[in-house]
């Protein structure tokens, strides 16, 4: 079989794919009991892209984003999203200097490494505008100016899927942009128990001293890219998001650019498994984290109610089959 053309692999990639591991040692040392989340994580991070965590409060959504931010030794914000932000209370202003008589720009919290967007379906359609620009392009246009923003760049942007009153559901084309959604969900007895005890969001986090800097989350993010997918499972991705579009139960399938973002992430959970090549287990632990949220049901849009899109995903993925 012929595999798809890949620029040279770094000469240091050893040494990154051992950053990753000290990576998810250091997260899981404070957000304890949930590994595969730990792994979705790294993956929107490494695949260049932004999650959504779709959560009730108090499971650790902050915790997470604050030990990514802190073990890349990355700058971190958290925006607590409302009815009367402002795109300026995001992305800054420029205010008029008396003394030296011209404006200066004041830079908002998106100018940091990792951003924590709070409860993002709680604030209006054009703050939500706001991040559109930063999250596609890793820039903001403000005064007739394109400023690059900070890399690595990502946004965590959270929402109560149960909770709907004063809120503004995030648009299709908002939603194209988060390489992935999760969920977190309950601890386990076990782990729950860990986190009574040890209580480490307060006593460990503060402890945290990076594994990597910011530049070598950069390195990694190019190296994901060297890593090897072999026609037939770029077949198996273009099967996948053709069933998404010809299902008789979905309006709206899985875009280009959604496909793109699954051949990211599908990169970037075989580096952070180890390998420098990509198989078919990869696309199936992440095609729904990747393509449900971009699905809309033709039930939602005509009879007003919302059909579970990872029951749609779950049920295109076990009538496809597989490459050996």
Do not use: W
């Amino acid at each position: 079989m012929h595999t798809l053309k890949t620029p040279p692999v770094p000469a240091d990639g050893e040494s990154l794919r051992g950053k990753l591991r000290l990576l998810r040692d250091n997260i899981e040392s404070v957000f304890l009991g949930k590994p595969s989340v730990v792994t979705k994580l790294m993956v929107g991070l490494i695949g260049r892209g932004h999650i959504l965590i779709e959560d009730v409060p108090g499971v650790g959504k902050t915790v997470l984003a604050r030990v990514l931010a802190r073990s890349i030794d990355g700058s971190f914000a958290r925006i607590q999203l409302t009815p009367d932000l402002l795109p300026s209370d995001i992305l800054g202003v420029s205010i008029y200097n008396d003394q030296t008589g011209m404006f200066e720009f004041k830079r908002g919290p998106i100018f940091n490494h990792i951003i924590l967007a709070d409860e993002i379906n709680r604030t209006t359609p054009r703050t939500q505008s706001a991040l559109l620009e930063a999250m596609n392009e890793s820039q903001v246009s403000i005064d007739g100016q394109s400023l690059p923003l900070e890399r690595p760049f990502m946004v965590i942007a959270t929402q109560n899927p149960f909770e709907f009153e004063g809120t503004y559901f995030l648009p299709e084309s908002q939603l194209d942009r988060f390489i992935l959604r999760l969920r977190i969900g309950y601890p386990g007895r076990d782990d729950e128990r860990r986190i009574l005890l040890e209580q480490p969001d307060q006593r460990l986090l503060e402890d945290r001293a990076p594994v990597m800097t910011s530049q070598e989350v950069t390195a990694l993010q190019q190296y994901a890219e060297t890593v090897r997918i072999d026609e037939a499972l770029v077949d198996y991705i273009q099967d996948i998001v053709d069933a998404t579009r010809n299902h008789p139960g979905v309006e709206v399938g899985v875009s280009p650019r959604g496909a793109l973002a699954l051949t990211r992430a599908v990169r970037a959970l075989a580096l952070i498994s180890g390998r420098d090549y990509a198989i078919p287990d990869d696309v199936k632990e992440l095609a729904r984290a990747v393509c449900a949220h971009r699905l809309v049901s033709k039930s939602y849009l005509h009879e007003g109610r919302t059909v579970p899109n990872d029951q749609l995903m779950d049920e295109i993925l076990s009538r496809i089959a597989a490459p050996a």
